[in-house]
């Protein structure tokens, strides 16, 4: 369920539609309230890669700067670090990665392990933190730790603003609730209709 006014829509003039709030901030970002947060996943690989504290990102400054970005067209544009180029921009990645994540994270447990239960969605954020945790500190040696902390926590930031149907068509129901916007998953809001 999301708590009243924790999940706003942005429709742009070009009727792109993007998601703001502290449910899309939660499983990113300290003090939204979530256990295991991305963001401290891949700071505390960035300081064991040799970030020094002083070299630490301003988070909120780029979470600002994310979050007035959507009302520019092409939201999700992503500056690479200097002397340095992307592979592709957020939303691109998504779209090409999702599919084949989404196989893995939702696989059976190997048959010698059928007693564990499979990974809940829930957990899928901090998973996936753990794995952008691991690639900062195997990026020590060509990307400083603290741009590639930067870099995680900006595409990460913008990844959870865009709209779902881009990245997963069918999957998500955005719609006004009774409360304010709510999500739900179309198979179970099919189920309850």
Not at 7 to 24: A, D, K
């Amino acid at each position: 369920l999301v708590a009243p006014k924790s999940l706003l829509m942005f429709v742009s003039p070009t009727s792109e539609r993007h998601l703001l709030g502290s449910w899309v901030n939660g499983p990113l970002l300290l003090g939204y309230g979530h256990a295991f947060p991305l963001v401290a996943f891949v700071a505390k690989a960035a300081s064991a890669a040799g970030m020094k504290a002083a070299e630490f990102p301003n988070i909120t400054a780029i979470e600002r700067r994310v979050a007035a970005a959507i009302k520019a067209p092409g939201f999700g544009a992503v500056q690479a670090p200097e002397g340095h180029r992307l592979a592709a921009q957020p939303r691109d990645l998504l779209r090409a990665l999702w599919p084949r994540a989404r196989k893995v994270l939702t696989a059976p447990v190997p048959i010698h392990m059928a007693d564990e239960p499979a990974l809940d969605e829930a957990h899928w954020s901090i998973l996936l933190s753990m794995v952008a945790a691991t690639l900062v500190g195997l990026t020590k040696d060509s990307l400083p730790p603290a741009e590639a902390l930067a870099l995680v926590v900006e595409s990460a930031l913008v990844g959870s603003r865009l709209d779902p149907e881009l990245i997963d068509p069918g999957r998500w129901r955005l719609a006004p609730g009774p409360r304010g916007l709510q999500i739900a998953k179309a198979e179970k809001y099919r189920r309850m209709a």
